[in-house]
């Protein structure tokens, strides 16, 4: 095995630094270590960028993971009701801080030491928003604009870097993506109205076993086999080979280092930095880069992403078109067993769910999604959002499968009311096959129909507890039918098809497209569709009798 890099070339560790930017319950912003992450006084992580303090989280929670001494839940619940203070917690990892160091001739956190490329990668490269070479050349760069990020102070550089290798997209020939792939979708748990930043993290914070079933070998106890910066490449993966679990501790998946990079601290300057905006006298403005890092590759588990089953194997869910909402309630945080579309929360929050700790947490949750909508290397668009969290604690496992049973058939219905009005729409608009981009139609009607889904959620889930009939659960099927009846008309009529210029509309084509709506949401295919019961057509005697009285009328 190749020897480790020289430990501990600089001052500079991130495990000492004051460099985490928070909010205090005052709104206002400072920096912090750490050890500090249990002043009951903060709120929140505040960087000038969404991704960065997603990606803060993920260092937080996964510096508590690889480094609290949890042996059992009691710890784990002591810990959340009585936070240790910082020189506590700085004791946790009082040994590892020379693994943290990002400055110096020896190892560097998240860098390859052993990267002999010269550093002509200018510092925006580092943020995955930031133009590409070929949009720079093509001059097609015209809503996230070059020259925008120039110099960066060293505590906003590392902040990128670590971005970077959580959610690297792919990079061009050698330039691996991240362990869960190109902007993976991350959910947390969370305190909600917010408790303090401890309570957030900690409550992402599992204790053994269940913190290392998720894959990767415990026996593999050399520090680089969790901190891959310490060594080289090859110390874990044979010469371009590729890197699979069970070649890494459990704790690599909060480590994981796709990219190849060094930052470039001998060519600094004295100015302002373009994220933070502070003055620092060292701002970094380069970086060297260089294909075939780590290369994941496997059944790679990380435990704060959901999964999604394809072919047998389980694959980590990526942010889509559209953003998040109440459709993905079910799946991210209860899980879908289908066999077309099988999905399951993130780990960590189906331990929390399972270990019963809602009651021991004692308050009121929240999941923060986040991430990137990657097409290829380019990122589309930063989408994240809060969903409920509503205790299942004394619903067993019948009560679950009844839940997922139910919610399945009105996401289903759903689907199929939105998939209508999109069509009505297109058909009053242009034909039933024009071609365009109508994500508004879609967005208008999750959000319309988003509040009755929460209400007729609460609802769902006290009836499953106390133990209510099928015909109670239709009551409540029936009232997500009229939602969906009642949000399509309201879209159809006053938003998209009826607020528009009359001298410009094709009442033929209106109605066609009214009566296609209409036969659809008050149809027996979306009755059976939210397993509500049809009602039973009229005899034929009884119809023709009606249509003779009509003629002779």
Not at 90 to 102: D, H, K, M, V
Not at 244 to 260: S, Y
Not at 310 to 334: A, I, M, N, S, T
Request: net charge neutral; proline share 7%.
């Amino acid at each position: 095995m190749p020897p480790l890099f020289k430990i501990g070339g600089s001052a500079m560790s991130l495990l000492t630094d004051a460099w985490m930017p928070v909010r205090d319950r005052s709104g206002k912003r400072r920096w912090i270590a750490p050890s500090e992450l249990t002043s009951p006084d903060l709120i929140a992580f505040d960087a000038d960028r969404a991704d960065f303090n997603g990606a803060l989280a993920q260092f937080a929670i996964g510096l508590l993971s690889t480094h609290a001494p949890l042996n059992k839940a009691r710890d784990w619940e002591r810990w959340f009701a009585s936070p240790p203070d910082a020189s506590k917690l700085q004791s946790w990892w009082e040994g590892n801080i020379a693994y943290f160091t990002y400055d110096g001739d020896g190892a560097r956190f998240m860098q390859d030491h052993a990267l002999a490329a010269k550093a002509d990668f200018g510092i925006s490269g580092l943020l995955i928003d930031s133009p590409g070479e070929n949009a720079i050349k093509n001059n097609s760069d015209h809503f996230v604009k070059r020259g925008r990020i120039e110099r960066l102070c060293p505590h906003c550089a590392i902040t990128a870097l670590l971005t970077l290798q959580i959610n690297a997209p792919a990079g061009g020939a050698g330039h691996r993506t991240g362990l869960r792939g190109g902007g993976p979708l991350t959910t947390l748990l969370a305190c909600e109205p917010a408790r303090s930043l401890w309570h957030d993290l900690w409550l992402n914070v599992m204790e053994p076993p269940e913190r290392d079933a998720h894959g990767g070998d415990i026996k593999k106890f050399a520090p680089h086999f969790t901190f891959p910066w310490l060594a080289p490449v090859e110390a874990i993966q044979p010469d371009q080979g590729e890197t699979n679990p069970v070649q890494t501790h459990p704790m690599h998946i909060f480590w994981a280092m796709p990219r190849r990079i060094r930052l470039d601290f001998d060519s600094t300057v004295e100015g302002t930095c373009d994220i933070c905006h502070r003055t620092h006298s060292g701002l970094l403005t380069q970086y060297a880069t260089a294909p075939y890092g780590f290369n994941y590759k496997g059944p790679w588990d990380h435990v704060l992403s959901p999964y999604y089953q394809l072919k047998g194997d389980w694959l980590p869910l990526h942010p889509q078109p559209g953003g998040f909402g109440y459709r993905h309630w079910l799946p991210w945080l209860v899980g879908v067993s289908d066999d077309k579309a099988s999905q399951r929360p993130a780990r960590v929050v189906a331990h929390f769910r399972t270990s019963h700790r809602e009651r021991q947490a004692g308050a009121t949750l929240s999941l923060w999604a986040f991430g990137f909508d990657m097409d290829n290397m380019k990122a589309r668009c930063w989408y994240e959002a809060r969903l409920p969290v509503y205790s299942l604690e004394d619903c067993g496992p019948s009560e679950i499968k009844r839940l997922q049973f139910t919610l399945q058939s009105w996401l289903a219905g759903a689907r199929d009311s939105v998939y209508v009005l999109r069509s009505a729409v297109k058909t009053a608009w242009f034909s039933g096959e024009a071609r365009g981009d109508y994500s508004a139609v879609d967005a208008a009607f999750w959000n319309r129909t988003e509040a009755a889904f929460y209400e007729l959620l609460r609802q769902l889930i006290h009836a499953i507890r106390s133990g209510a009939s099928d015909v109670d659960l239709e009551g409540l099927g029936q009232s997500w039918l009229n939602t969906l009846q009642q949000a399509n008309f309201a879209l159809f009529d006053d938003v998209f098809v009826g607020a528009g210029a009359i001298d410009r509309s094709n009442p033929r084509r209106v109605a066609a497209a009214n009566k296609l709506l209409r036969a659809t949401m008050f149809g027996e295919k979306l009755r059976k569709t939210l397993n509500l019961p049809v009602e039973p057509a009229k005899p034929a005697a009884n119809r023709q009798s009606k249509t003779q009285h009509e003629q002779e009328a």
